[in-house]
């Protein structure tokens, strides 16, 4: 680890997650040459957040401020003729505050503006690490041959991954919106609220496109679903007692804009769970009656390219081409031939209604 990273700066700050939790890979179960090559991958931004650290230590506890600590605690060991060297912290601090009261000097505080400052801007480098790893994900599945199925398995882990990532995102947030509201910074607090909520909603994006078993299950559908109501009931409490006491114009319009697109996602979210959760037979089976009934003949079930089930009436035979209402990818065809990747969907062919 960088010497600007070191243990004493952790404790410190606890409340700054290590860089170690961004490069430990064998923690999931990915092979130790891919970590040294991650590690390589995004060691620039791994310096920054280090620097990052660094800045808030120093914010949280300048120079001066330590001085003054120092000076403080030695007069009051002159006063007192106590030797404190060797005594805890706690009752370092103890003596401190009495001293502080006895000559009525305040401490120094930090500056709460750079702290969250330089906070947001490591939140920032976890997105960019998140999207590294997002894009890191779908390559693995593109391989094929011997190495597809281990691949498979890594693809899991990088999953994993991901969702560890998020997490460590949501905590920083949740900090920094602590600090934010116990110091007064409501412009701060309300960013950070926003930035929290976009997040949430990226996660749930992230579960939907990755679920454990490879399906939308009722149980993820329910979990998403709920998450979505959460966050329009956070964006309603920004937006009716936030955001109105910042009195400013400019401000208010920029984060309501941010707000509203916030719902869009949560709307999309919504859809995509549903749209996504596997069809049960019965299911399957309704629809394919009621399909039956609107056609002159059986017809036939054909799917696209990736797997959206789609029916032609009368004689079953691909006579116009046509979009997928689920996917845009091309369907249908022309004088009876399917247009190229589409192919019988045979679960719903052979249904007997």
Known sequence: ???????????????????????????????????????????????????????????????????????????????????????????????????????????????????LDAFLEIVNIQKAIFHEISLVIPELSKIAGPANKTNQTYEKNWIEFGDHIIETIKTHLNTIITAAQQNSYLHHAILTWLELMEIECRAERFRLKYPPTGIITPIIQSIVKNKCSEIEGTCKYICNEMIPKMNAEYFENQSKLRVEEIYREVSDLRKAAMRDRPLTHEEKLEIRRAMNSEFLGSGHWYQCPNGHPYTIGECGGAMQASRCVDCGAAIGGGRHLLTAGNSINMEFDSMQS
Not at 13 to 19: A, C, G, L, N
Not at 78 to 97: A, G
């Open 1 to 115: 680890m960088n010497n600007i990273e070191n243990n004493s700066a952790l404790q410190i700050i606890p409340e700054v997650i290590s860089t170690e939790q961004y490069t430990l890979l064998e923690k999931f179960s990915i092979p130790s040459m891919v970590e040294s090559r991650w590690k390589q991958h995004i060691s620039v931004l791994l310096a920054v957040y280090r620097k990052l650290i660094q800045l808030i230590e120093e914010t949280k506890f300048p120079p001066h401020k330590r001085a003054y600590e120092t000076a403080v605690s030695l007069l009051y060991a002159f006063k007192t003729r106590i030797n404190i060297s060797d005594d805890s912290q706690v009752c370092q601090n103890l003596k401190l505050q009495e001293t502080l009261t006895e000559v009525g000097l305040t401490a120094p505080k930090m500056d709460v503006r750079i702290y």
